[in-house]
């Protein structure tokens, strides 16, 4: 099959797109409100997008009243945010804080959820959750679309401080397996990360890049000047 968006139509029962590009890791976002009043949503439309230094995006649609999401509006009146990963045991949580709630109602109480203090930034870090990334916001990319929902806010932020559980780590490397982490499909379907395989670009150095090492890649540019 084939279509264009808002050109022609797909045909289907349900509209494809948004399984397409599957599983979307979830930015689990913490802010705060004007008045400190805790803040916590889920955000699919996530990733990093660089690792020197490391920075994340979310990305925030209007809401049906064609009005920006507080997650967007807190992170750059409070200047920072904080992602924790979500989890397969953290699901229904997460699903609790995707509620459009009154405004000054706290989203952890709401789930149920433990708040942990950040060390470098305001927000809660959900503490429950094995990995939390501080986060400075850097600005924000407002992309125009068709009312109400389609204009969208994709905002970025520095990651200035990472947390990890100790029993999320094993022989020094994460855990995904026994993390689970969350991922959304299409639809109302979800999946988590159970299963990994291991892979190497072949004659690709020491991998620096792939790894997300800046050590590793100052390493083999070090390497690679002195062989010149
Ligand atoms: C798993 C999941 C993923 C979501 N991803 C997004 C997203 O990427 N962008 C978005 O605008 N809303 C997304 N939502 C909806 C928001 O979480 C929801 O609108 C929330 O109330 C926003 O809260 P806020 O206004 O406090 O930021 C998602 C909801 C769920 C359950």
Not at 95 to 123: I, M, W, Y
Not at 197 to 209: C, Q
Request: net charge negative; proline share 8%.
């Amino acid at each position: 099959m084939y279509y264009e968006p808002g050109n022609t139509d797909h045909g289907l029962p349900f509209n494809p797109f948004k399984s397409c590009v599957v599983p979307r890791p979830i930015g689990w976002i913490s802010t705060l409100d004007a008045n400190g009043v805790a803040n916590l949503a889920p955000y699919s439309q996530f990733q990093n997008i660089t690792f020197d230094p490391p920075i994340v995006m979310f990305s925030a649609n209007q809401d049906i009243h064609g009005e920006r999401k507080d997650t967007t509006v807190h992170a750059e009146r409070e200047g920072s945010f904080v992602w924790n990963m979500a989890t397969y045991d953290l699901r229904e949580a997460v699903n609790l804080t995707a509620q459009s709630l009154p405004r000054g109602q706290d989203e952890f109480a709401h789930a149920g959820l433990e708040k942990a203090p950040s060390r470098l930034v305001r927000p809660w870090r959900v503490a429950a959750s094995p990995v939390q990334f501080e986060c400075e916001y850097l600005q924000t990319v407002r992309l125009p679309g068709n009312p109400p929902m389609g204009t969208v806010d994709v905002v970025f932020g520095r990651v200035v401080a990472i947390h990890i559980a100790d029993d999320a780590i094993t022989d020094g490397k994460l855990d995904i397996a026994r993390i689970k982490p969350l991922a959304r499909l299409g639809y109302f379907d979800y999946t988590y990360v159970d299963k990994t395989f291991t892979m190497r670009v072949p004659n690709a150095g020491n991998g620096g890049g792939m790894e997300g090492s800046p050590e590793k890649v100052a390493e083999a540019a070090l390497a690679k000047a002195a062989r010149a």
